[in-house]
């Protein structure tokens, strides 16, 4: 049983190009969140929403774009990918709310070529 | 200037030596907790803490928040090859988001 599973894993893409990532939680929590990994492992917020309303838009480029059709999935589509867009990206979900414990899908790790 | 700096960056020890990783701020924290990320996985909470002077242990891990709820501790006992892994502390400012510090990264030699 996946908590929060994210697809694809691997996503491998020429610059220029659009992309998204999918994410569905069963857990059925209120919250949910995109994180982005860069090379030195360091974990940043991108986006929160709680209830399909985003909550956190934390200074990410317009070209990146999260919707949330309904409370237990949070899809991230990113357009004219970029060199540095490059990393991996996790979605998350807590239960009580922004600043409580996270729970993580595996990542998607993007590479742009 | 990250919100919360880990210390030391990059551990490598034998089997059955005893490890603490540090993690430190100047800001108050409404809770704290560790993840443990394992190479192509997600974080996985361990622990949150949320008094000041709180001790959590979890088997060999002993985890402890600052009594000024600013800091937090990790100490393995006797470290195992399976504890090899990334370990990230985030904070919980109050009201706001979570932030996570850099990490610590764990080798543990057989």
């Known amino acids: 049983d996946t908590a929060v599973s994210q697809t694809p894993k691997y996503l491998v893409t020429q610059m220029g190009n659009d992309k998204s990532i999918k994410c569905e939680q069963n857990?059925?929590?209120?919250?949910m969140y995109w994180y982005k990994q860069d090379s030195k492992k360091f974990l940043k917020i991108m986006f929160s929403?709680?209830?399909?309303?985003?909550?956190i838009n934390e200074t990410v480029p317009n070209r990146f774009s999260p919707k949330s059709p309904d409370k237990a999935h949070l899809n991230l589509h990113i357009n004219s990918l970029e060199l540095g867009d490059s990393a991996v990206y996790f979605c998350a979900s807590s239960p009580y709310g922004l600043n409580t414990e996270a729970f993580f899908g595996q990542g998607t790790r993007l590479t742009v070529v | 200037t990250q919100l919360l700096e880990q210390s030391p960056q990059f551990l490598s020890i034998q089997e059955g030596e005893n490890l603490t990783v540090y993690c430190n701020s100047s800001?108050?924290?409404?809770?704290l907790q560790w993840y443990r990320q394992e190479p192509g996985e997600g974080p996985v909470l361990l622990v949150t803490v949320v008094t000041g002077g709180e001790v959590k242990k979890l088997k060999r891990l002993t985890f402890q928040f600052g009594d000024a709820r600013k800091d937090s501790s990790l100490h393995i006992t006797a470290a195992q090859p399976g504890d090899t892994g990334l370990y990230l502390c985030a904070g919980a400012v109050y009201g706001n988001k979570l932030v996570f510090g850099a990490g610590t990264i764990l080798r543990v030699k057989s």
């Open positions: 800001s108050v924290f409404s809770s």
């Open positions: 929403y709680n209830n399909k309303e985003l909550i």
């Open positions: 857990l059925g929590h209120d919250t």
